[in-house]
């Protein structure tokens, strides 16, 4: 019963995202065709990401199966993801800049968030399976108040290997929504080792699943001295 728990059934997420996906698209939808109004203006390549747009047509075709509900980032418009802070394990500010070097999967999590709380063992197994020098699961505790709740769950769940990172004024969230990444919880972000963003997925997902594994082992970055 326990183990049952920890890891939650892949159905049961898949079928949590299906149904977050229809709301979070009917969102898009909205979001698409309420733009800022700039006449159609073909999008031009951000120049700190060249690189990007390659990757993203690459990894597209692996968006699929259990993360499937992962948007690609457009190709022909990479850009960076900025204005990401949040405090670290040790207590101390952080930004996504100074996890640079490898693949990051950012997740905004709350513990009052079902979904959030289904998916985080799935997220705490991916970290264990592949997380190092080259990946690294950054899921973002964005609970108010004081650390005794979010630190009671992790515990409650057995979460061993994911880092405590935690956004307490909840301003990485509304930097992803005023980017058009966040809709609402769980919110995740795939940027690959230079910042750069290559998909975005609002709900959660199997992130322990075959598929994720897969689409993560492609994102990697090269191995050191390659």
């Not at 920890?6 to 733009?35: C, N």
């Not at 699929?64 to 802070?85: E, F, H, Y």
């Not at 592949?130 to 699961?137: A, C, K, N, S, W």
């Not at 935690?166 to 809709?183: H, I, P, Q, Y």
């Amino acid at each position: 019963m326990q183990d049952q728990k920890k890891r939650p059934p892949a159905v049961k997420l898949f079928a949590l995202a299906a149904l977050f996906g229809v709301i979070a698209g009917a969102a898009a939808v909205y979001v698409k065709e309420t733009g800022s109004g700039n006449g159609g203006a073909a999008p031009t390549a951000d120049a700190s990401c060249p690189l990007a747009g390659e990757k993203v047509a690459a990894l597209t075709p692996l968006m699929r199966g259990q993360v499937a509900a992962m948007t690609p980032a457009p190709p022909a418009n990479p850009r960076p993801i900025g204005g990401l802070d949040f405090v670290g394990p040790d207590g101390k500010p952080l930004t996504l800049a100074s996890l640079a070097g490898k693949t990051l999967l950012v997740n905004l999590w709350a513990t009052w968030c079902l979904p959030c709380r289904e998916e985080m063992p799935a997220l705490d197994a991916l970290q264990e399976a592949l997380g190092g020098d080259r990946f690294e699961v950054v899921a973002i505790n964005i609970d108010t108040g004081d650390d005794e709740k979010p630190k009671a769950f992790l515990d409650e769940i057995a979460v061993r290997e994911l880092s405590y990172y935690r956004d307490a004024s909840m301003g990485v969230f509304n930097t992803m929504k005023k980017e058009g990444l966040a809709f609402g919880l769980p919110a995740t972000l795939l940027i690959d080792e230079k910042g750069c963003l290559i998909g975005s997925m609002n709900g959660p997902a199997a992130w322990d699943s075959d598929d994720a594994k897969r689409l993560i082992e492609a994102a990697l970055p090269p191995p050191a001295g390659s």
